[in-house]
């Protein structure tokens, strides 16, 4: 990427797997869920419970990212379905109970940063551009992730703040009274093109894929954050 945007004086970035390391952080919290709960006895290995779970989590995600369940169902059912079809049952289920709350405590105190965050943070606020995040990830769990990890940004928006997630531009147009920022100055950095991508184009926003496997030069796709600098 070489073009230059033009008029940006706001850079908003989706969080997990694009400032936070969900992908390491979350495989760390369900390793040693594997391990402090017995999970051994049901699934061959920590990989296997881990791609096991991404099985049911992610399509659950999907639903919730389009609205079609709740954060409440998506909470109670991706590891109990798990868990079930693992073959727990009985006492032995009862005893796995509350593992979504579990999770989200360990997951939320990882503090591994996407490489290259804090300083591409650091040099935007250095060169007086102002930074937020616009995340569908939970209120109470997201802001600690930030802390954890030292990423600082001047507004934080989440989707659980008005019950309406990414791609939806209600949420876009939200995180813009909030800031008091426009539309027109305002580029969204994200990984996800179905909710960061489509999300910030139908709100008028200038908007950024991050995905660190694409092709070099390719267009509108930044493949580290430090790229961002370069554009800007
Ligand atoms: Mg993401």
Redesign the pocket.
């Known amino acids: 990427m070489s073009e230059r945007l033009n008029g940006i004086r706001w850079v908003w970035f989706?969080?997990?797997?694009?400032l936070w390391d969900?992908s390491h952080n979350s495989a760390t919290a369900l390793c040693s869920i594997y391990d402090d709960f017995g999970l051994s006895s049901r699934f061959a290995s920590a990989e296997e419970w881990i791609s096991q779970y991404e099985s049911i989590n992610l399509p659950l995600w999907d639903l919730y990212n389009r609205g079609k369940i709740t954060k409440e169902f998506l909470q109670a059912e991706r590891f109990y379905r798990t868990f079930v079809n693992a073959g727990f049952s009985g006492a032995e289920l009862d005893r796995l109970d509350g593992m979504n709350e579990i999770y989200l405590d360990r997951l939320a105190s990882q503090s591994v940063a996407v490489e290259g965050s804090h300083a591409t943070l650091a040099e935007l606020k250095r060169r007086g551009l102002h930074t937020g995040v616009v995340s569908n990830g939970f209120s109470g769990v997201q802001e600690r992730k930030l802390k954890n990890a030292g990423l600082k940004v001047d507004v934080v928006v989440l989707s659980d703040e008005i019950d309406i997630n990414k791609p939806d531009r209600r949420l876009f147009d939200y995180a813009l009274q909030k800031s008091g920022a426009t539309a027109e100055e305002s580029l969204m950095v994200?990984?996800?093109p179905l909710t960061?991508i489509a999300g910030a184009i139908k709100a008028g926003w200038r908007s950024i894929l991050y995905k660190p496997t694409a092709p070099a030069a390719a267009e509108g796709i930044i493949r580290s954050l430090p790229e961002l600098l370069d554009i800007l």
């Open positions: 989706d969080i997990d797997d694009t969900f994200g990984d996800n960061d």
